[in-house]
């Protein structure tokens, strides 16, 4: 990375993130245990092992009361939002405005959204919420996470959505009815790498950029299936309708051929 010697060592943004811990949780604020780095991978040079716990201020559930279809509400959002990493808010459901949750359980921009129970393929499936829509809550198969000051919350969605995260969750995962489960305190100690703030943005863009081109060829594929498809049916039309090669007037008419054909 370019002008290195600018970079916020990732000790001092630690240091940080403690001193705002302590004061925003006061009594309740624990020093992080020292993580055990002996089956971990090596890290490029200044980046640090913590865990999901030392670096946010709260890892929360969201509301299991029951939602309805009245929009005048305040939209919920559900493990099916969850989509590819993304929100997908086509199919809300709300709950009242004076609910007796809100505003304790209202999203903020840059919240990470967990989903705690789903199938097998599908639990931890994670988001950010970026402030659409607004207000919104979430539903209590959601676990939502508040990082610290400091802290790219894109960085470690697309962690926790990789071959790592991934990982992660088949070794923690229980099974309780034909249901998957990764409860929060599991979540707490997911352990992960953290850069430099700068270093976090910068992965985030060329990430953000990458999946964007992945996105547009997946549609040009597409597109080019349909075409495609629509050019072979094209082709089959114009072949039984005599209109693929030039016809020749000398040629013998299909009914002698097809009479031929009869007889032998």
């Known amino acids: 990375m370019e002008n290195g010697e600018r970079i916020e060592p990732v000790s001092v943004l630690l240091e940080r993130i403690q001193a705002e811990r302590k004061l925003r949780l006061g009594s309740k604020y ?7 780095t002996i089956n971990l991978p090596k890290l490029p040079d200044g980046w640090v092992w913590v865990n999901i716990d030392s670096i946010s201020n709260e890892v929360q559930y969201g509301s299991s009361s029951k939602t309805d ?3 005048s509400g305040i939209p919920v959002l559900r493990m099916g939002n969850i989509v590819d ?7 809300l459901k709300y709950l ?5 949750e809100f505003p304790e359980l209202l999203l903020k921009k840059g919240d990470l959204l967990f989903n705690r129970t789903n199938s097998v393929e599908l639990v931890g499936k994670t988001t950010i919420y970026n402030g659409n829509p607004n207000p919104c809550s979430f539903a209590s198969y959601l676990i939502r996470v508040k990082f610290c000051e400091g802290i790219v919350p894109e960085f470690y969605s697309y962690y926790i959505n990789s071959s790592y995260g991934r990982k992660w969750i088949k070794d923690v995962v229980s099974q309780q009815v034909g249901q998957a489960n990764v409860n929060g305190t599991k979540l707490r100690n997911l352990v992960v790498p ?5 270093e976090q943005k910068e992965i985030v863009s060329v990430v953000r950029e990458i999946l964007l081109q992945i996105t547009n060829s997946d549609e040009s594929i597409s597109n080019e299936l349909i075409r495609s498809q ?3 049916q094209s082709i089959l039309k114009r072949a039984f309708k005599g209109k693929l090669v030039a016809q020749d007037p000398s040629d013998e008419p299909a009914s002698v051929l097809l009479e031929r054909i009869k007889k032998q």
């Open 96 to 100: 009242p405005k004076d609910h007796v």
């Open 85 to 91: 990493g993304e929100l997908d808010i086509h199919n």
């Open 69 to 71: 279809l009245e929009m």
């Open 194 to 198: 953290i850069p430099s703030a700068s």
């Open 30 to 36: 624990k020093p992080p245990k020292p993580i055990d």
């Open 230 to 232: 629509s050019l072979r």
